[in-house]
Nanobody
Framework: QVQPVESGGGLVQPGGSLRLSCAASGIRFSINTMGWYRQAPGEERDLVASITVGGSTNYADSVKGRFKISRDNAKNTVYLQMDSLKPEDTAVYYC???????????WGQGTLVTVSS
């Protein structure tokens, strides 16, 4: 099964920045809303940010003003720029592609982000 591939996770100090990338090769990128979700240990997977085919964005309240989602349709890639990172941002971050017509979803394997001094 084709799935998105995330990259860019790692260890960063509080206040630092990271940029996550999600390559969606093999997925009809042009008809998929792309999203980033995260899951901390013992917690549910929650939406962080999403971006529609037309470029409309949606953010969780906890990341507004600090994170920015963008997509490059020519490269079939979606990005999550994360600034002013906090320890509570520590989680596995997952890329999600949702078909705008069928609502079929495809998930990536996830990339770990650890914010710690």
């Amino acid at each position: 099964q084709v799935q998105p591939v995330e990259s860019g996770g790692g260890l960063v100090q509080p206040g630092g920045s990271l940029r996550l990338s999600c390559a969606a090769s093999g997925i009809r990128f042009s008809i998929n809303t792309m999203g980033w979700y995260r899951q901390a240990p013992g917690e549910e997977r929650d939406l962080v940010a999403s971006i529609t085919v037309g470029g409309s964005t949606n953010y969780a309240d906890s990341v507004k003003g600090r994170f920015k989602i963008s997509r490059d349709n020519a490269k079939n890639t979606v990005y999550l720029q994360m600034d002013s990172l906090k320890p509570e941002d520590t989680a596995v971050y997952y890329c999600n592609a949702k078909n705008m017509y069928t609502s079929r979803e495809v998930w990536g394997q996830g990339t770990l982000v650890t914010v710690s001094s």
